[in-house]
């Protein structure tokens, strides 16, 4: 399973502008991380998710934007991906889990 | 004049404080209690230490429904 995960990130991580990526199992531990993301945020991140899902209805997964000054991070279910802004401010990954 | 009459496609709004008490709802959100708004500071407060630890200046979470922002030491949320 590691071997999976690992190829799915890298083939994910490799996809243009995509700075960092963080994989999370359901309690919020840090089963991967890459480039730019600390791990130490894994359980954050799916602190954030797991509120979010309170807010929709019972079948939808949650797809969150946090953006800042410099990046967008994606969720998307147990994936992160964090992606520094292009000059156009669009979103620069987007990974359906 | 409300803010279904200033925008057209107005939905829901909420105003909250750095409490998560509501200041004001309209809309979608009028039904929503202290629950939600307990739910989305609780959302803001893991995004803040995400984004302190970053060194990077926070903008707006939002996911497929709403839009959360904070200005002047309120919390702002639209359903979009």
Redesign the interface.
Known sequence: MDRQLADALNQCSSTNGVVGMVCTDKSGLCLKATGGV?A??AG??R??IE??T???SKN?A??????????L?NLHSIIVVRSYRQQQNKPKVLIYH | MSEADILKDFKGSMTLDTEANILSSAGTLQSEGKDFAKTILSMLQDVNFITTSTKQDFKRLSNQTFVITISNNKIFVVVQ
Not at chain 1, 62 to 71: H, L, Y
């Open positions: 600390n130490s945020t954050y991140y602190s954030i509120k979010a309170t807010l929709l939808e949650p797809k969150i934007t946090i953006e800042t000054d410099t990046s991070t």
